[in-house]
């Protein structure tokens, strides 16, 4: 089976439910973050980003909140279905000698429960 | 759209054998990366190439050597196999964002 998440945070939401994933951040000069979804078996796939310029960023039934303040990221997802569950990361992206250097954060398991 | 294509999906190797893990991309990107990730953790960076013609070292290069094919491909080679290599590895290109092929899953005895 799928090792990656053995040990990794677990949400738990019932489908129909509103489900808000967080994400704590280090480096305050990061200039974008993003939000990846990977399901069991697969590579992360890209859902949403924001710049660090911007607090909120809307996409189809997905927001990212950004605080600077206090450095942290959350990821909103509106009326939660079960082919949402999966791992959720986190990545802050510093733009570092001609490629965008991606910093994984430890990911956080959403199941989704009928 | 095929994307990121990563041969082969599953590999088991013995300690010191070596191995390529091949990795192409059609979308006409200049970056590619290789990274590998651990149970519990994010992808780490392992080498990148920004263009076709050259590579650098990410955050966990030891025991690693990439070659940038052409455009297209990106191929990482382990010379000898080590137990710490059991791993699932993850090639990307792209640049805002990186988009990801499946993963090749390593397993080392």
């Known amino acids: 089976g799928e090792s990656v998440g053995l040990h990794l945070p677990t949400l738990s939401v019932q489908e129909g439910d509103n489900s808000i994933i967080n994400c704590a951040y280090s480096?305050?000069?990061?200039?974008?973050f993003i939000w990846y979804k990977q399901e069991s078996g697969k590579g992360p796939q890209f859902i949403i980003d924001?710049?660090?310029?911007?607090d909120k960023r809307q996409g189809q039934r997905v927001t990212v909140l950004l605080n600077k303040t206090v450095k942290h990221l959350s990821l909103q997802i509106a009326a939660t279905q079960p082919g949402d569950s999966a791992v959720y990361f986190c990545?802050?992206?510093?733009?570092?000698?001609?490629?965008?250097?991606?910093?994984f954060g430890a990911g956080t398991r959403l199941a989704v429960h009928p | 759209n095929a994307g990121v294509t990563q041969t082969p999906k599953f590999q088991v190797l013995k300690t010191g054998q070596s191995m390529t893990l091949q990795c192409a991309q059609d979308?006409?990107?200049?970056?590619m990366y290789w990274y590998r990730q651990d149970p519990g953790m994010g992808l780490r960076l392992i080498y990148y190439?920004?263009?076709?013609?050259?590579?650098d070292k990410g955050e966990v290069p030891n025991g690693y050597n990439v070659s940038r094919l052409n455009k297209r491909e990106f191929s990482l080679r382990l010379e000898s196999a080590a137990p710490s290599q059991t791993s699932v590895y993850f090639c990307?290109?792209?640049?805002?964002?990186?988009?990801f092929g499946d993963g090749t899953r390593l397993s080392i005895l």
């Open positions: 990307a290109s792209g640049f805002q964002p990186q988009h």
């Open positions: 480096n305050s000069a990061s200039d974008y």
């Open positions: 924001i710049r660090s310029n911007m």
């Open positions: 990545a802050e992206i510093r733009i570092s000698g001609g490629y965008n250097k991606l910093i």
């Open positions: 979308m006409n990107h200049n970056s």
């Open positions: 190439s920004a263009s076709e013609g050259t590579t």
